[in-house]
Structure formats: structure tokens, C-alpha cells
């Protein structure tokens, strides 16, 4: 609805309940600030750059040992028929299905290959996160865009940011692939397209169970600013979404099987205090003597670590949604999925180093509030640390903990108080923020009416 209907129905509506819910003013945003054709090259050099650096690292060996299973899972894909692709121990949802499919009938070589020895297959495996690191880089920009100067700084932010073409270029992995579609879901929430966010959220969350905790700022952001009926069609949208997802996996019992193999990870393999993760657990790990491995033991009278991970992530996350529900503002949602994410990452066990990355991608749209850069340049570094000394690139993988001891201390209680920084900085908003977040487009007008 336009602001003049909503200027003319409100008082009207107020007057007939006795009532006035009459709404504010919208904050006037800032003045735009005009691209040039410098600000542009720039970019386009930025991206160029990122992409370069990317294609150098793909051939390279990385860390085998995953890089060899995704190949396995890549060929097996490729000789099955696809609704039999969770016949065996894929532990990832369909999305990375779809991708290693469609890289398989892109490369025939992985009709045959069943480890990634091959320099061909390597880059075929790499390519999908690393290309997805550009439109990472491409979309902070954007997200950036009134600033141009800023909107440059985003894309190097992303683009080249030392610890994402560690995970994409060099390991393989394939985190930024959940991140993309849950920041492109951010975008479209903010710009007031709630029913485009929900279905990418649903690509997100079929992508990577890591995507879990941006459920939580999600929800609490929808169920403030949505009216009933529009609540309704993107919760359907979700679901639908994740249905469509699974659909050609139904007959075959793809997502039972899918729940197995993750709980037999995460009662075999996985059971871990910590798995490469400067956390609390981490911390927490070197009091305990060497022999408390599993976070299924028992540590605190009958409770054991994991549960009381789960209790420590709940609460945590149940802070971030009352923090966003208070005010449902685009600031607080960007700030309330790095806080989420971190939340997970600091208190739940089984945490792997790279779980964190999507913090730092969340933040970037609103580098421009000083106290959220700072924030996010001591969490770079310590994410950064945290990937390349666990599992760094010029060491033997035969050492895949190359380093703990005080570093490891230090480096987890640095991600430590930066998780408490970014649940600090979700409840209290600059000046300059708390006024353009709260200027909505025109999707929100309504449901902003119902909330006074």
C-alpha cells in the first residue's frame, strides 16, 4: 500500500476503535550516493582479482581426505539414477545433490573417477563454491550500493577475504553454497519480498544442515513485520520450497536415509567436543584429560557435553529472536543471523573451524557503523586463524591439528566476547542505524501498521 492510502486509512481505523494507531513518519533515508565509471572498474577489478586467485587454487591438491569423498559422492551420483543417490553415505541435502549432478553431466570424467587424483576433477569440485564466493562478493556489494566506497569495500570484504578462498578454492568446501541463498533471502527480506526470501531460506536450509540457526532471526523478523495472510503464504512457501527439494528422494526413503547417516556421524565420527573449532569447547577440552573425546560422555552429572551444548545454543538463539522481535529492523536482522550463526558455532559441540564463515558475510552490509567494523576485523582474524592453523594449507594432511595449546585458548576466547559483541551490538543501534532501519519499503507498510 502507498504511504498517501496508509496517511488517509490509519486515522480513520484508529478513530473507529477509539484507538490512535495512527503510524509514524518513515526516517528520511540518506542521499544516494552516484556510481561512477571509476567506482565500477574498480568493482569489476575487485571481482577479477577474486576470481583469478580462485582459478590458480583450484588444480591444487587441497586437503584430500574430503576432496576424495565428494569425488566418491560426485561419481556415484553420476552412475545411479538421482533418486538413489542417498543409497549410500551422502551426509548433505539434496541441493548438493543437484550441484554434483549437474558437475557430473558437465564432466563425463566423473563416470568413472572415484577420488580426486585427477586436476579435472579437483576443479569441477571446487568450482561451484568458489563461483559462489563471487556472487557473495557481487551481493555484499550490492547490499552496499547507496555508498559506493563501501559497496567496493564489501565485495574485497568477500571477495578477497583470505579464510573463504581457503575453504572454496584451496579445501573444496562447500559452505558458501548455503550462505549465498540465505543472504540473497536477507536481501529480498529487507527489500520487502517475503515470499522470494522464503524460498531461498528453503535453498538454503536444503543445502547444509549448518543453515539451521538462520531459522531463528528469520522467524522472528516474519512474525513482527508480516500480516497474518502474508506469514501464511511464506511459511507455506518454506515448506514447499524444502517438499520440492526432496520430492525426487521421497520413493526411495532418500530423507530417512539422509537422518541416519547424520546420526551415525554424529554418534561415530563426529562425536566430538570440538572438531577444529576455537569455541567453548575448545576451551573446555583442554581442562578435561586427553581420554574425553566423545561429547556423548557424561560430564555433568547425567547430562553430557552435547546436551548441554543444545542448552547453551537454545537460550543463546532465544536471545537473538527476542532482540529482533523487539525491533524488527533490517540492521538487526543482518546482525541477528552473524549472531546466530555465532551462537551456534560458540556453544554447541561437533563444531567444525569453518562453521563460523557465515558471520563474517552477514556483517558486511553494515560495515559502515564503526563498532560493527571493528567487530568484524578482530572476528576475521580470529576465523581466519582458526582455519588455517587447524587445518593449514602447508602442512602435512597427516597433521590436521597442527596447533592448539595457548594459541587455540586465545583464538576461542577471541570468537568468545566477539559472539557476545555481535549479541551486544544486536540490542543496541547507532543513531544513524536505528533510523534507516527502520525505514521499510513499501512490502512492510502494512504489517508495520498492525504492529504499533
Given amino acids: 500500500m502507498p504511504i498517501s492510502q496508509v496517511a488517509v486509512v490509519a486515522p480513520l481505523y484508529s478513530g473507529a476503535m477509539g484507538v490512535d494507531r495512527t503510524p509514524a513518519p518513515l526516517p528520511a533515508r540518506r542521499t544516494t550516493a552516484r556510481w561512477t565509471i571509476t567506482h565500477v572498474l574498480v568493482l569489476a577489478c575487485v571481482v577479477a582479482l577474486a576470481a583469478g586467485i580462485r582459478a590458480v587454487l583450484l588444480p591444487t591438491e587441497g586437503f584430500r581426505a574430503d576432496l576424495d569423498v565428494f569425488a566418491r559422492w560426485a561419481h556415484e551420483i553420476a552412475v545411479r539414477p538421482l533418486d538413489q543417490a542417498y543409497g549410500g553415505d551422502i551426509n548433505l541435502a539434496p541441493v548438493m545433490v543437484y550441484i554434483w549432478a549437474a558437475v557430473g553431466a558437465l564432466q563425463p570424467a566423473f563416470q568413472t573417477a572415484v577420488d580426486a587424483s585427477d586436476a579435472t576433477i579437483r576443479v569441477f569440485l571446487k568450482a561451484p563454491a568458489s563461483l559462489a564466493d563471487l556472487v557473495l562478493a557481487l551481493a555484499a556489494a550490492w547490499s552496499l550500493r547507496d555508498r559506493p566506497r563501501w559497496a567496493i569495500a564489501g565485495g574485497i570484504a568477500i571477495g578477497l577475504h583470505p ?39 528453503g535453498i538454503s536450509l536444503m543445502t547444509k544442515p549448518q543453515a539451521l540457526p538462520f531459522v531463528v532471526p528469520f522467524a522472528a523478523f516474519a512474525l513482527r513485520r508480516l500480516g497474518t495472510r502474508q ?10 520450497t524444502v517438499a520440492v527439494l526432496w520430492s525426487p528422494f521421497l520413493l526411495a526413503g532418500g530423507p530417512l536415509h539422509y537422518l541416519n547417516t547424520v546420526a551415525d556421524l554424529q554418534n561415530g565420527g563426529f562425536a566430538s567436543i570440538s572438531v577444529g573449532a576455537w569455541n567453548l569447547w575448545w576451551l573446555v577440552g583442554q581442562a578435561l584429560p586427553p581420554s574425553f573425546v566423545s561429547d556423548a560422555s557424561p560430564l555433568l552429572g547425567p547430562l553430557n557435553a552435547r546436551q548441554i551444548g543444545l542448552l547453551l545454543a537454545a537460550l543463546g538463539e532465544a536471545a537473538v529472536f527476542l532482540a529482533i522481535w523487539s ?9 541477528g543471523l552473524a549472531a546466530a550463526t555465532l551462537v551456534a558455532f560458540s556453544l554447541m559441540t561437533t563444531m567444525h573451524e569453518r562453521y563460523s564463515l557465515a558471520a563474517l558475510i552477514f556483517l558486511v552490509p553494515l560495515l559502515p557503523d564503526r563498532r560493527v567494523l571493528a567487530t ?10 582458526n582455519m588455517l592453523l587447524v587445518v593449514p594449507p ?19 576466547g577471541v570468537l568468545l566476547a566477539t559472539t557476545l559483541a555481535c549479541l551486544w551490538l544486536l540490542t543496541h543501534d547507532g543513531a544513524e542505524d536505528s533510523a534507516e532501519s527502520e525505514s521499510l519499503p513499501d512490502g512492510y507498510l502494512r504489517a508495520a501498521n498492525e504492529h504499533p
Fill in 376 to 385: 568484524w576485523v578482530v572476528l576475521s582474524s580470529a576465523i581466519t586463524a
Fill in 394 to 412: 602447508w602442512a602435512p594432511v597427516e597433521i590436521p591439528l597442527w596447533i592448539s595449546g595457548r594459541v587455540g585458548v586465545i583464538g576461542s
Fill in 231 to 240: 506469514l501464511v503464504v511464506s511459511a507455506g512457501t518454506l515448506a514447499g
Fill in 163 to 201: 579464510a573463504l578462498i581457503d575453504d572454496s578454492a584451496w579445501w573444496g568446501q562447500c559452505d558458501s553454497l548455503f550462505v549465498v541463498p540465505a543472504f540473497i533471502a536477507f536481501l529480498l527480506a529487507r527489500a520487502g519480498r517475503p515470499v522470494p526470501a522464503a524460498i531461498a531460506l
Fill in 327 to 335: 525491533r524488527p529492523s533490517p540492521r538487526r536482522l543482518a546482525l
